[in-house]
Antibody, heavy 123, light 107 residues
Framework: QVTLKESGPGILQPSQTLSLTCTFS??????????VGWIRQPSGKGLEWLAN???????YYNPSLKNRLTISKDTSNNQAFLKITNVDTADTATYYC???????????????WGQGASVTVSS | ETVMTQSPTSMSTSIGERVTLNCKAS??????VDWYQQTPGQSPKLLIY???NRHTGVPDRFTGSGFGRDFTLTISNVEAEDLAVYYC?????????FGAGTKLELK
């Protein structure tokens, strides 16, 4: 059974760095074709893809967040991380991590999601 | 950036009806589209991948189709548990982008 769980600070102030952890079980990020993605959702709004990290440590970022994002992983401890620097109230959202698998050529699925971590940026 | 435009924004239906949700890409994305369902207070769940492949365990009343720029999700015989927000996602180019969602409500 695949499970993921996000954790974060809950509340932080503008200009601080947001550090999120995704702790997962049921798969390994060292397995060929496996990945973890981060997606966020402001309350009452839609979904925004942020970043992916793959089994081979390849990384992809949403350019709209410029150079504020850093994704990383700890394969030994089954964790993935996302840092967002210089946060603003616009970063207030629920942050999800999801397992990514590649079921075939040119196919990409986020087939298991965590419950989400609520993050509020406020002074 | 590929913009995914979903229509309608919301729709009302009755149990047992058939509904069609649309998603249009601002540029061709081939079959690189997934559909996700989000019920209130829950995380999104994968329904359809690669435009037309039903994810494991998804009821066969959910059907995805499309190629290039135009994609549809059809729900036949709507059940109460299908009342949710549906999002399309394109992964043909970075950044991956979601549509704004279609909210399916009871009439």
């Amino acid at each position: 059974q695949v499970t993921l769980k996000e954790s974060g600070p809950g509340i932080l102030q503008p200009s601080q760095t947001l550090s999120l952890t995704c702790t997962f079980s049921g798969f390994s990020l060292s397995t060929y074709g496996m990945g973890v993605g981060w997606i966020r959702q402001p309350s009452g709004k839609g979904l925004e893809w942020l970043a992916n990290i793959w089994w081979d440590d390849d990384k992809y970022y949403n350019p709209s967040l410029k150079n504020r994002l850093t994704i990383s992983k700890d394969t030994s401890n089954n964790q993935a991380f996302l840092k967002i620097t210089n946060v603003d109230t616009a970063d207030t959202a629920t942050y999800y991590c999801a397992r990514i698998v590649l079921p075939g050529y040119n196919l990409y699925v986020m087939d298991a999601w965590g419950q989400g971590a609520s993050v509020t940026v406020s002074s | 950036e590929t913009v995914m435009t979903q229509s309608p924004t919301s729709m009302s239906t009755s149990i047992g009806e058939r509904v069609t949700l649309n998603c249009k890409a601002s540029q061709s994305v081939g079959i690189n589209v997934d559909w996700y369902q989000q019920t209130p207070g829950q995380s999104p769940k994968l329904l359809i991948y690669g435009a037309s492949n039903r994810h494991t365990g998804v009821p066969d009343r959910f059907t995805g189709s499309g190629f290039g720029r135009d994609f549809t999700l059809t729900i036949s015989n709507v059940e109460a548990e299908d009342l949710a927000v549906y999002y399309c996602l394109q992964y043909g180019s970075i950044p991956y982008t979601f549509g704004a969602g279609t909210k399916l409500e009871l009439k």
